[in-house]
């Protein structure tokens, strides 16, 4: 029985007629594609503008034929009573409703239209069937947060069990639970693990220093999804050497959807069906293929809650050879407001920090992990897990290379700790900035 596809009927969300929409998407050729991407790009800036008093607001001056003229959302517009935002003809009740993660520091509800949803799932289903995993037959390895309200609790735990998923805590990493999550993995015939990174990278340092290969323990096992945090070249390396089976990468947003999935090619290739990406300078101006910039996203399908040049937060740039039928994400630097601005004026993304720091810190094994605070323009402060104290020769190599590759003259501080703060969902926040 196919309980996912139920579920989402069950729950009015159309997936058959989606799933036949995205299919025609994908099937159209390369002219024909340009003429549908116009024309749906144009069709839901008149739709909000005819039906959302919100985006009218916003949008004053947009013309839908000049795409220039659509002003850009952020987050702060959003931030504001969803009844406000909603289109005509909408309501709580007759859309799919969630809030964004908050990792961006903005956190705020939203609303997609049933068919929307159903469109964004008719992504992730094609996406994940270049793996061979299928939603409604596919046994799941989740690392995942979980609400820990009663409601909360309960909906996802229902939600798992319709979609074939056991899901593993993210807020306990001691040994003595990883040791039963490799009990779960020896009796359970999993085909796949999904979930955030960070706490995926800490149960394979767990396999390592066990010197156990997870699919020799789990031969059913296939592939490796990681979300929502970044995946560093040296823990994917990691992963996909104690795990046995090959990692991929993806990157999405409550609410969008599916942004980018590396395929069997090794490309991370973006989601071109039903959402159009830009990478925009900081005067709001399109960037060459290549160069980084702002990622800036159209949800093209949703019509209860305007997602039209939305500003997602985050750093990214595009493949010299993409295209517009087939755009490639080249890199994913972070969020915008994950920038250090230095001493000298010069800013760098924070996770410069992080990866300058990861680099040294790992290289005994006995780091299990870290995060890295601003809190001065100067100052840094380097909070860590480890079975030791971090030495001295350790400590002075990790400001040699922080004073190397960003700039000398900074003050950065280390404090060990038992456990790190994650936030509510799980996450690992890596570099947070305490500057205004």
């Known amino acids: 029985?196919?309980?996912?596809?139920?579920?989402?009927?069950?729950?009015?969300?159309?997936?058959?007629?989606?799933?036949?929409?995205?299919?025609?998407?994908?099937?159209l050729s390369d002219a024909d594609y340009e003429g549908y991407?116009?024309?749906?790009?144009?069709?839901?800036?008149?739709?909000?503008?005819?039906?959302?008093?919100?985006?009218?607001?916003?949008?004053?001056?947009?013309?839908?034929?000049?795409?220039?003229?659509?002003?850009?959302?952020?987050?702060?517009?959003?931030?504001?009573?969803?009844?406000?935002?909603?289109?005509?003809?909408?309501?709580?009740?007759?859309?799919?409703?969630?809030?964004?993660?908050?990792?961006?520091?903005?956190?705020?509800?939203?609303?997609?239209?049933?068919?929307?949803?159903?469109?964004t799932w008719s992504g992730f289903i094609d996406?994940?069937?270049?793996?061979?995993?299928?939603?409604?037959?596919?046994?799941?390895?989740?690392?995942?947060?979980?609400?820990?309200?009663?409601?909360?609790?309960?909906?996802?735990?229902?939600?798992?069990?319709?979609?074939?998923?056991?899901?593993?805590?993210?807020?306990?990493?001691?040994?003595?639970?990883?040791?039963?999550?490799?009990?779960?993995?020896?009796?359970?015939?999993?085909?796949?693990?999904?979930?955030?990174?960070?706490?995926?990278?800490q149960f394979a340092k767990f396999l390592e220093r066990?010197?156990?290969?997870?699919?020799?323990?789990?031969?059913?096992?296939?592939?490796?999804?990681?979300?929502?945090?970044m995946l560093f070249d040296n823990d994917k390396v990691l992963l996909e050497k104690q795990f046995g089976i090959p990692v991929v990468n993806e990157y999405g947003a409550a609410e969008l959807g599916l942004i980018a999935f590396q395929n069997t090619n090794d490309e991370w290739l973006v989601n071109s069906e039903d959402l159009f990406i830009e990478i925009l300078d900081e005067n709001n101006q399109s960037v060459p293929y290549g160069q980084e910039g702002k990622i800036v996203i159209t949800s093209l399908y949703n019509k209860a809650h305007p997602f039209i040049?939305?500003?997602?937060?985050?750093?990214?740039?595009?493949?010299?050879?993409?295209?517009?039928?087939k755009p490639i994400l080249k890199k994913l630097v972070g969020r915008t407001n994950d920038i250090a601005v230095l001493p000298s004026g010069k800013?760098?993304?924070?996770?410069t920090f992080y990866y300058v720091t990861k680099t040294i810190i790992e290289d005994d094994s006995n780091?299990?992990?870290?995060?890295?605070?601003?809190?001065?323009?100067?100052?840094?402060?380097?909070?860590?897990v480890s079975t030791e104290v971090l030495s001295e020769e350790n400590i002075n190599r990790i400001k040699e290379a922080i004073a190397k590759y960003l700039e000398s003259g900074l003050t950065v501080v280390f404090e060990r700790k038992t456990t790190l703060e994650r936030a509510k969902s799980g996450k690992l926040k890596q570099f947070t900035s305490y500057l205004k």
């Open 367 to 384: 780091v299990k992990e870290f995060i890295i605070e601003q809190l001065k323009t100067d100052a840094f402060k380097i909070n860590y």
């Open 127 to 201: 996406r994940y069937g270049w793996y061979d995993l299928d939603f409604n037959t596919s046994k799941q390895a989740r690392f995942y947060g979980i609400p820990l309200n009663k409601k909360g609790y309960y909906k996802e735990r229902l939600k798992d069990f319709l979609s074939r998923r056991f899901r593993f805590s993210v807020f306990d990493l001691s040994d003595s639970q990883l040791e039963k999550n490799l009990d779960k993995f020896k009796s359970t015939a999993f085909d796949y693990i999904n979930g955030y990174t960070s706490s995926i990278v």
């Open 1 to 27: 029985m196919n309980l996912f596809d139920l579920s989402l009927r069950l729950n009015g969300f159309p997936i058959k007629e989606a799933n036949l929409a995205y299919e025609s998407i994908k099937n």
């Open 309 to 325: 040049r939305y500003e997602l937060g985050d750093i990214g740039s595009l493949m010299e050879a993409s295209t517009l039928r």
């Open 37 to 119: 991407f116009h024309e749906q790009r144009e069709a839901i800036v008149n739709y909000h503008l005819l039906n959302n008093s919100f985006y009218r607001q916003i949008a004053t001056h947009a013309n839908p034929k000049d795409w220039k003229s659509i002003p850009i959302i952020t987050k702060l517009d959003l931030q504001q009573p969803l009844g406000n935002r909603l289109s005509k003809g909408f309501s709580k009740k007759n859309c799919h409703v969630h809030k964004t993660s908050g990792s961006s520091g903005t956190p705020f509800i939203f609303a997609k239209d049933k068919y929307c949803h159903a469109i």
């Open 210 to 229: 066990k010197e156990i290969i997870l699919k020799s323990v789990c031969p059913s096992l296939n592939v490796c999804i990681v979300t929502s945090e």
């Open 347 to 351: 800013s760098a993304a924070g996770l």
